[in-house]
């Protein structure tokens, strides 16, 4: 079955760096894009980044333009979320997802909060 399992995140500094990653099974990872979504307290869950399957095309959400990088390593079955000049507004719960014959599939989620 398809399992997404995210981890790397930890309390950080403003301004510091984070790298999260998903590690993907259950599926041909290489075949599918992925996305990195984030959930803040009382707040809708919001689209992060997507990257395309072989990872020649990625798309971030402006509030994250610059700082966040996505990646892949379709060798590896894991997508990565390099944040860097992370602010108080990026503290949230950080999810992987990928959508495979028309379903969603979500991992548990990895806590990420930016405080000094």
């Known amino acids: 079955q398809v399992q997404l399992v995210e981890s790397g995140g930890d309390l950080v500094q403003p301004g510091g760096s984070l790298r999260l990653s998903c590690a993907a099974s259950g599926f041909t990872f290489s075949n599918y894009a992925m996305s990195w979504y984030r959930q803040a307290p009382g707040k809708e869950r919001e689209l992060v980044a997507t990257i395309t399957s072989a990872g020649g095309t990625t798309n971030y959400a402006d509030s994250v333009k610059g700082r966040f990088t996505i990646s892949r390593d379709n060798a590896k079955n894991t997508v990565y979320l390099q944040m860097n000049s992370l602010k108080p507004e990026d503290t949230a719960a950080y999810y992987c997802?990928?959508?495979?014959?028309?379903?969603?599939?979500w991992g548990q989620g990895t806590q990420v909060t930016v405080s000094s």
């Open positions: 997802k990928v959508v495979r014959w028309g379903r969603h599939y």
